[in-house]
C-alpha cells in the first residue's frame, strides 16, 4: 500500500499527495506523536473538504466561515463564534483576496493576516482575559481584525489597544474598523490603534489582562511581560525557525507559568526597518 502524506484540517486527518507546499506563515502546525501533521491551509491544491472552504461573500461568507469553524470543532466558544461572525474579515483583508478561506493572506509590508482557525484559537485561549471591562494589548496588529475582537469582546466599557510599527497598516487599520462594528468602540475611545513599537508594548493603558502577539519574537519581551497584570494572561510565538505558540499566565504575586499550545509559523517580530527592507 502506496504511504501518502497525513494532513489535519480542523482535528480531522486526511490522505492525499499535495501538489505544491505554499508559505507556513501565521499558520498552524500540529505535531503528533508517531507522525508529523501539517495543517491542511498549508497546502494549495490538496484534494479534501477543506480546498474550497469559501462559500459567499460579505455577511455570508463570514457566517459560512465560523459554521465551518463550529462544525469540526475549531471553535467551541459561543462568545467567540458570535464575535467572529459579528466582525465580517472582508472588511480587513486586501481588496480580491480570498476574505473566508482558512488560510493566512498577505497584507503588505511583509506581513499577513493569520488564518481564521489561528484567530479562534487566540481568541479562546483569552476569553476569561476579554471579559466585559477588561483590557486588552494586540501587539502587531495589522489590519485591526483581531483587534477588533477584542474590542467586541471587552466592549464599551474595556479598553483595547493595537500597537504595529508600519503607519500605512495602522491608518489602513484604522479605516477598516471605521467600516466595521467594532467602528463606535473607536469613536468612543475604548479602542485605539497607534503606530509603535510593539516589543515595547504600549505602557500609557498597562497593565493589561490580556496579551496578544501576532509575531513570532525570539524571545518573550520583558516590556510585555512587565505590562501584563497580575492574574492576565499572553498568548505569543515564540522561536525562529521552529516556533511554538506559548500560553504565558502572570499569578497574583507576579510569577510566570508558560506552556505550549501548539507548533506555528509566523512571520518573525522584528524593528519596521529589518520587517520592510528600510522601505
Given at each position: 500500500?502506496?504511504?501518502?502524506?497525513?494532513?489535519?484540517?480542523?482535528?480531522r486527518?486526511?490522505?492525499?499527495?499535495?501538489?505544491?507546499?505554499?508559505?507556513?506563515?501565521?499558520?498552524?502546525?500540529?505535531?503528533?506523536?508517531?507522525?508529523?501533521?501539517?495543517?491542511?491551509?498549508?497546502?494549495?491544491?490538496?484534494r479534501?473538504?477543506?480546498?474550497?472552504?469559501?462559500?459567499?461573500?460579505?455577511?455570508?461568507?463570514?457566517?459560512?466561515?465560523?459554521?465551518?469553524?463550529?462544525?469540526?470543532?475549531?471553535?467551541?466558544?459561543?462568545?467567540v463564534?458570535?464575535?467572529?461572525e459579528?466582525?465580517?474579515?472582508?472588511?480587513?483583508?486586501?481588496v480580491?483576496?480570498?476574505?473566508?478561506?482558512?488560510?493566512?493572506?498577505?497584507?503588505?509590508?511583509?506581513?499577513t493576516?493569520?488564518?481564521?482557525?489561528?484567530?479562534?484559537?487566540?481568541?479562546?485561549?483569552?476569553?476569561?482575559?476579554?471579559?466585559p471591562?477588561?483590557?486588552a494589548?494586540?501587539?502587531g496588529s495589522g489590519?485591526?481584525?483581531?483587534?477588533?475582537?477584542?474590542?467586541?469582546?471587552v466592549?464599551?466599557?474595556?479598553?483595547?489597544v493595537g500597537?504595529?510599527?508600519i503607519?500605512q497598516?495602522?491608518?489602513?487599520?484604522i479605516?477598516?474598523?471605521?467600516?466595521?462594528v467594532?467602528?463606535?468602540?473607536?469613536?468612543?475611545?475604548?479602542?485605539?490603534l497607534?503606530?509603535?513599537?510593539?516589543?515595547?508594548?504600549?505602557?500609557?493603558?498597562?497593565?493589561?489582562?490580556?496579551?496578544?502577539?501576532?509575531?513570532?519574537?525570539?524571545?518573550?519581551?520583558?516590556a510585555?511581560?512587565?505590562?501584563?497584570?497580575?492574574?492576565g494572561?499572553?498568548?505569543i510565538p515564540?522561536g525562529?525557525?521552529?516556533?511554538?505558540?506559548?500560553?504565558i499566565?502572570?499569578?497574583?504575586?507576579?510569577?510566570?507559568?508558560?506552556?505550549?499550545?501548539?507548533?506555528?509559523?509566523?512571520?518573525?517580530?522584528?524593528?519596521?526597518?529589518?520587517?520592510?527592507?528600510?522601505?
Amino acid at each position: 500500500m502506496r504511504s501518502c502524506p497525513t494532513l489535519t484540517a480542523y482535528g480531522r486527518h486526511y490522505c492525499a499527495p499535495p501538489r505544491r507546499l505554499v508559505s507556513l506563515t501565521s499558520t498552524s502546525l500540529h505535531r503528533h506523536n508517531s507522525a508529523p501533521f501539517l495543517n491542511f491551509s498549508l497546502f494549495t491544491a490538496f484534494r479534501s473538504p477543506f480546498s474550497r472552504m469559501e462559500t459567499g461573500t460579505g455577511s455570508t461568507g463570514n457566517k459560512a466561515m465560523v459554521e465551518n469553524m463550529k462544525r469540526f470543532g475549531v471553535i467551541s466558544s459561543k462568545k467567540v463564534a458570535e464575535v467572529m461572525e459579528a466582525l465580517d474579515r472582508g472588511l480587513f483583508v486586501p481588496v480580491g483576496s480570498s476574505a473566508y478561506a482558512d488560510t493566512p493572506l498577505p497584507i503588505g509590508y511583509n506581513a499577513t493576516i493569520s488564518a481564521p482557525h489561528m484567530h479562534a484559537m487566540c481568541l479562546q485561549l483569552l476569553e476569561d482575559k476579554l471579559q466585559p471591562g477588561m483590557r486588552a494589548l494586540d501587539v502587531g496588529s495589522g489590519t485591526g481584525y483581531l483587534t477588533g475582537c477584542f474590542a467586541l469582546m471587552v466592549g464599551a466599557e474595556g479598553r483595547v489597544v493595537g500597537v504595529d510599527h508600519i503607519p500605512q497598516l495602522v491608518d489602513m487599520s484604522i479605516k477598516n474598523v471605521e467600516k466595521s462594528v467594532a467602528g463606535s468602540l473607536l469613536q468612543k475611545g475604548s479602542l485605539s490603534l497607534h503606530v509603535g513599537d510593539g516589543r515595547k508594548g504600549w505602557g500609557e493603558f498597562a497593565p493589561y489582562d490580556a496579551i496578544h502577539v501576532g509575531a513570532a519574537a525570539s524571545e518573550v519581551p520583558h516590556a510585555l511581560l512587565d505590562q501584563l497584570k497580575p492574574g492576565g494572561r499572553m498568548v505569543i510565538p515564540v522561536g525562529t525557525y521552529f516556533q511554538e505558540l506559548k500560553v504565558i499566565d502572570k499569578s497574583e504575586d507576579g510569577s510566570i507559568k508558560a506552556r505550549t499550545e501548539t507548533s506555528v509559523r509566523y512571520v518573525p517580530l522584528t524593528s519596521r526597518v529589518e520587517q520592510t527592507g528600510g522601505f
